[in-house]
Structure formats: structure tokens, C-alpha cells
T-cell receptor
């Protein structure tokens, strides 16, 4: 079973920041928080990951709470192309447990 | 740099048949994972291959089997197809460091299998 809970769906206006929450209250000390997204009819795409510090890359920012029990993915200026299902995943980074356990994700709709 | 590619794109089979799906990993990647994604659900882990050996398996029966080749490409074989095997089959590749750490997985576009 997935170790994360996410809202089933969200929507956001184009040009605004999209904030996608994720709860992972049973996360272990050696587990990272990963975010992937899946645009319709495509394979999942890696977005970002982090352990305990906030992370930022060209696609998004990841804010992890101090107790690591929840996180938020931020798309700073959402566009129509960001419409997708977003998956929040926790997993260790070592090889013996590298499978990704996906939940149902959050379906994000960007409205014009 | 070439990304993960999969073939064929779409496939239609009948119940009881066998199918082979193929995956070419991204350049520099030595680990391949396979996932099954039923309509409306998240991908489910089938198994992973590293150095041509199975390195972890999800809750799938033995009729799901795989291979990894010296060039790190991979095949997924499914025998005795059932109607419920209809799904998008995704391949993901990643690089494993000498210390045993896996970097992020990059997914291919998938093969859409329909079993009639």
C-alpha cells in the first residue's frame, strides 16, 4: 500500500501557483519524498525529491515540514501543460528497496 | 541523450496468448523496472532487473517474467494472458551507483496492451 495520502483532485488558475499537499505521517528516517507527474497517455515524469530540506529545481519547489510528516509541491506559475496526475511517493534511496509504490495521486486541472 | 523507449506502442492479444514487450533504457542506466497501470489507477510495480538478474518483485504471478540483456535493455513476458492483464505497461530505467544507491527512475511512454 502507498504510504502517502493526497487529495483526489485540485484545480488552479493559469499563471497562479499550484500547491499540492501530501501527507506521509509514517515516513521513516531513511525515506525520501519523491514527486512524479503523469500527463495523459504518457509515462510518469520525475519532478523533484528531498529528504528533509526544502528543494527547488527548474520545474518546482518541494517544501517538507520539520517533522517530515507532510510536504507540499509548488508549481510557481502553472500553465495548461501542467494538467496531469501528480504522485507523491516515499521511498528509500538504496537499491534493495528501489521500487516505487504509487498511490492514486492528485488530478490537477489548470483552468485558463 | 536518448530517453527510455518501449515497443510496441499498442498491442491487441486474445486470452491465453503470450506477449513480449520491449524496453530500451536511457543511455548510462543499468537498472530497469517494469510497472503495470490499469485504467484510472497508479502504476503497480512488477519487478526490477539489475545486471541481468531480477532484483525485487511485486505481487504478480510467475506468468509475468522478464529478461535484461548485456546492453541493459529488457523484455517483459506475460504467458496465458487474462482479460485483467489489459493495461499500460511502463518501463523505467535508472542508474545504480557502486555504493548501491539508486538515482531517480525515468519512465518510457508505455505499451498499451488490450486482451480480448
Amino acid at each position: 500500500d502507498a504510504k502517502t495520502t493526497q487529495p483526489t483532485s485540485m484545480d488552479c488558475a493559469e499563471g497562479r501557483a499550484a500547491n499540492l499537499p501530501c501527507n506521509h505521517s509514517t515516513i521513516s528516517g531513511n525515506e525520501y519524498v519523491y514527486w512524479y507527474r503523469q500527463i495523459h497517455s504518457q509515462g510518469p515524469q520525475y519532478i523533484i525529491h528531498g529528504l528533509k530540506n526544502n528543494e527547488t529545481n527548474e520545474m518546482a519547489s518541494l517544501i517538507i515540514t520539520e517533522d517530515r510528516k507532510s510536504s507540499t509541491l509548488i508549481l510557481p506559475h502553472a500553465t495548461l501543460r501542467d494538467t496531469a496526475v501528480y504522485y507523491c511517493i516515499v521511498r528509500p534511496n538504496y537499491s534493495s528497496a528501489s521500487k516505487i509504490i504509487f498511490g492514486s495521486g492528485t488530478r490537477l486541472s489548470i483552468r485558463p | 541523450e536518448t530517453g527510455v523507449t518501449q515497443s510496441p506502442t499498442h498491442l491487441i492479444k486474445t486470452r491465453g496468448q503470450q506477449v513480449t514487450l520491449r524496453c530500451s533504457s536511457q543511455s548510462g542506466h543499468n537498472t530497469v523496472s517494469w510497472y503495470q497501470q490499469a485504467l484510472g489507477q497508479g502504476p503497480q510495480f512488477i519487478f526490477q532487473y539489475y545486471r541481468e538478474e531480477e532484483n525485487g518483485r511485486g505481487n504478480f504471478p510467475p506468468r509475468f517474467s522478464g529478461l535484461q540483456f548485456p546492453n541493459y535493455s529488457s523484455e517483459l513476458n506475460v504467458n496465458a494472458l487474462e482479460l485483467d492483464d489489459s493495461a499500460l505497461y511502463l518501463c523505467a530505467s535508472s542508474s545504480r551507483t557502486t555504493s548501491g544507491t539508486d538515482n531517480e527512475q525515468f519512465f518510457g511512454p508505455g505499451t498499451r496492451l488490450t486482451v480480448l
